[in-house]
């Protein structure tokens, strides 16, 4: 018998359906066992957000500041771990963070094979590399990384984005902004990772130092490379700001929260503009450092 840990966060619900379709095939084998641990954050956060909130949310989950979780209560031993969530700000939600940091997840995945599965409206890569380095320190063992990438256009999914946070309305609006949420099709065509993962598991490919699925499980912008890397700069650096200020709902960050969320549409959007200019210019003059950058991807 093959068993598989789930552990996720979705706090919508949309990354539970595409969690429930791509281990669908799992549960129709009787020869594998699903285990799902959802994170639980001690303080649920809001939805809608209020601007406070959100920006308060911004600063400590850039800074990859944990929030109190439930501890988790599964304690069998496991063949395969996947690990979902949605991307906030280029990173790990601050729960997700809390996991990886904790005493469970140092004995739960040390030396296990671990999946991770991304949502995320454009920009993924950098919240990877935080997850990467967790697993790295954990000792666990990173394989695949699924990610479901709306593949909109940048500015105009950022302002669906900014409009479904505020006001949890997901569809399209005033004929030229895309809706902000995953396909019907996206989410049932998710179910084929779940036939790999159910041979890998059978034919105990899990065990192996490589990847476990041969199909490609994500869409690489190398555009928007050097793009996330100056963005996720200026957020951590504005996010160490805010955090300056107090703590987290402390009158001072209640009352920036509301210049930060003008700045921050701002930041984003010149920092996206220049690294998309800095991308030209290296693809044309520099194609081999170009492609240093694309290793590991």
């Known amino acids: 018998m093959k068993k598989v840990l ?37 303080k649920k956060y809001p939805y809608p957000w209020d601007v406070p909130s959100l920006m308060d949310a911004f600063a400590q989950t ?16 496991c063949d395969l771990v996947i690990l979902a969530f949605n991307v906030w700000f280029l990173s790990p939600p601050p729960c997700i963070s809390a996991f990886l940091k904790s005493d469970y997840a140092k004995e739960k ?15 993924w890569l950098r919240a990877y590399q935080k997850v990467q380095k967790f697993l790295g320190d954990l000792g666990a063992k990173p394989k695949n990384c699924i990610v479901f990438n709306e593949q909109k256009n940048l500015c105009l999914a ?36 779940g036939w790999d993962i159910g041979e890998v598991l059978i034919n105990d490919e899990e065990k192996q130092d490589k990847p ?18 100056f963005t996720d700069k ?26 930060s969320v003008l700045v921050l549409p701002v930041m984003s959007a010149l920092s996206v503009a220049f690294g998309l200019v800095f991308y030209f210019i290296l693809k044309k003059f ?4 170009m492609e240093k950058l694309k290793e590991g991807f």
């Open 6 to 42: 789930v552990i996720s966060y979705s706090q919508t619900g949309q990354l539970d359906q595409l969690v429930k379709s791509i281990t669908a095939p799992l549960m129709l084998d009787e020869r594998i066992e699903l285990k799902y641990e959802p994170i639980k954050p001690v």
């Open 62 to 77: 850039v800074g990859l500041v944990s929030d109190a979780i439930n501890k988790p209560k599964d304690k069998d031993e």
């Open 109 to 123: 995945l040390k030396n296990k094979p671990v999946i991770t599965v991304l949502r995320s409206s454009n920009m």
């Open 158 to 193: 950022s302002v669906s984005k900014l409009r479904r946070l505020l006001t949890g309305k997901e569809e399209a609006f005033w004929g030229i902004f895309p809706d902000s949420k995953l396909s019907k099709k996206d989410i049932s065509d998710a179910s084929r990772y």
């Open 212 to 229: 476990l699925l041969d199909a490609d499980t994500y869409k690489l912008k190398e555009s928007l490379l050097i793009s996330e890397r």
């Open 234 to 259: 200026c957020f951590r650096v504005y996010g160490a700001f805010v955090r300056s200020f107090g703590k987290a709902g402390s009158l001072q960050r209640k009352i920036l929260a509301f210049v």
């Open 286 to 289: 520099d194609s081999k450092k």
